[in-house]
């Protein structure tokens, strides 16, 4: 049975404090700011987009480990952390719902709203801040 490869798990966590400091320091007050600029609007979306790419790949490298076979879709990863009791029902739907706009940043489903992405900002940066110790503290304890 493989074990957790928590040097490489370490790192993807720094990675992802990493990018939501990166976030966090292009947030505006406002979304009129927010359209207007562009660049920073690109930068907001890839760094979700690298967000939600690290998760999932913890996710997976947990899973493998401990679970029984790998998750068919990103989303299913944050189910499988519930199942596997890593992490807390209500956190998993939060960040299992962000893997939906994560698709639709990747492959410009529809185009991009926006104000949906703007939006998504201060939750998701909460809620994977909250995933980050959660994780931490896993592998710390296993």
Partial sequence: MPSLDKELLSQKLLDMTKYLGELESLR???????KKDHIKRYAVERLIELV?????????????VLGESSPPTYYDTFAEMNNLK????????????????????????????HKVVYHSIDPLLENYRKYAVIVYDYLEKN
Avoid: M, W
């Avoid at 505006?28 to 927010?34: L, S």
């Fill in 28 to 34: 505006v007050p406002t979304f009129v700011e927010y």
């Fill in 52 to 64: 939600v790419e690290l998760a999932t790949d913890i996710n997976r490298h947990i899973v493998a």
């Fill in 86 to 113: 890593i992490l807390p029902k209500n956190l998993c739907l939060r960040l299992a719902s962000t893997t939906g706009l994560q698709n639709r940043l990747v492959h410009r489903y529809e185009g991009i709203d």
